[in-house]
C-alpha cells in the first residue's frame, strides 16, 4: 500500500508509524495490528512492526473498514479500552472508515495525520478534515510519546522514548548532536536520568 502514498515522503510514514509501535510497547499500550488480503493484495505488514510484538495474532481481512471484521472488533474488545490511536493506510479508508464507525459506538479516537498515508494531500487533508468533523482528535507520532511521557524525569521510560526518537525523528539529531557536545551527561530531565 506504500506505492500509492503520494500525501508524505513514504520514509516519514514508516519512521512515524514506527514512533507509535515502539511508544506502545515501551508503555505497554495495548496493540491491534491488522492488514488487508496480505497475501493476494497488500503485503504483509511491516517487519519492524510485527517483531516487536511477535505474539500478537494479525488480523488479516478482506473489508477496507477493520470494524466490519469480526475478529478485529473482538480484539479491540479484548483490549478493555475505549481510547484508541488509529494509524494506517489509506487515510480515505482503512483509517477512516473503523474510526467512524468507533466514534459511533463510543469509542474516543485519535489519528496521529503523520503516521497516515493517502493517494494524495487533498484525499489526506479531506478525510482527516470529515475524521475531525465527526469527532476524531488529530495528533502527531510524537505528540504521542510526549503525552504518554509527559516529564522527562519519568526514568523508567526516558532512555526508551530518546531511543525512539533517536532511531526515528529529526529531533535525534539534535539529541545526538547535545550528547557530543555537552557530554552524556546531558538531559532533558536536567541531571543524569538512570
Given at each position: 500500500?506504500?506505492?500509492?502514498?503520494?500525501?508524505?515522503?513514504?520514509?516519514?510514514?514508516?519512521?512515524?508509524?514506527?514512533?507509535?509501535?515502539?511508544?506502545?510497547?515501551?508503555?505497554?499500550?495495548?496493540?491491534?495490528?491488522?492488514?488487508?488480503?496480505?497475501?493476494?493484495?497488500?503485503?504483509?505488514?511491516?517487519?519492524?512492526?510485527?517483531?516487536?510484538?511477535?505474539?500478537?495474532?494479525?488480523?488479516?481481512?478482506?473489508?477496507?473498514?477493520?470494524?466490519?471484521?469480526?475478529?478485529?472488533?473482538?480484539?479491540?474488545?479484548?483490549?478493555?479500552?475505549?481510547?484508541?490511536?488509529?494509524?494506517?493506510?489509506?487515510?480515505?479508508?482503512?483509517?477512516?472508515?473503523?474510526?467512524?464507525?468507533?466514534?459511533?459506538?463510543?469509542?474516543e479516537i485519535y489519528v496521529p495525520a503523520d503516521a497516515c498515508g493517502d493517494?494524495?494531500?487533498?484525499?489526506?487533508?479531506?478525510?482527516?478534515?470529515?475524521?475531525?468533523?465527526?469527532?476524531?482528535?488529530?495528533?502527531?507520532?510524537?505528540?504521542?510519546?510526549?503525552?504518554?511521557?509527559?516529564?522527562?524525569?519519568?526514568?523508567?521510560?526516558?532512555?526508551?522514548?530518546?531511543?525512539?526518537?533517536?532511531?526515528?525523528?529529526?529531533?535525534?539529531?539534535?539529541?545526538?548532536?547535545?550528547?557530543?557536545?555537552?557530554?552524556?551527561?546531558?538531559?532533558?530531565?536536567?541531571?543524569?536520568?538512570?
Open positions: 500500500m506504500y506505492q500509492g502514498v503520494q500525501s508524505h515522503d513514504r520514509l516519514v510514514v514508516f519512521n512515524n508509524i514506527q514512533i507509535l509501535a515502539k511508544a506502545a510497547k515501551l508503555f505497554k499500550i495495548p496493540t491491534v495490528i491488522s492488514t488487508v488480503a496480505k497475501d493476494s493484495f497488500s503485503g504483509p505488514f511491516m517487519p519492524e512492526v510485527t517483531e516487536l510484538f511477535p505474539k500478537h495474532e494479525i488480523i488479516d481481512r478482506t473489508s477496507m473498514n477493520s470494524w466490519l471484521d469480526a475478529n478485529f472488533r473482538k480484539a479491540v474488545a479484548a483490549t478493555g479500552k475505549k481510547k484508541f490511536v488509529i494509524a494506517g493506510l489509506w487515510t480515505e479508508a482503512c483509517v477512516m472508515f473503523p474510526s467512524l464507525d468507533m466514534l459511533k459506538e463510543g469509542y493517494l494524495s494531500i487533498e484525499a489526506h487533508n479531506r478525510s482527516m478534515d470529515r475524521l475531525v468533523q465527526a469527532g476524531a482528535v488529530p495528533i502527531t507520532s510524537c505528540q504521542y510519546v510526549f503525552e504518554l511521557q509527559q516529564d522527562w524525569a519519568r526514568t523508567e521510560t526516558y532512555d526508551g522514548v530518546m531511543d525512539i526518537l533517536r532511531a526515528h525523528s529529526p529531533y535525534g539529531i539534535q539529541v545526538r548532536f547535545s550528547k557530543w557536545a555537552l557530554g552524556e551527561h546531558a538531559s532533558e530531565a536536567g541531571g543524569k536520568t538512570a
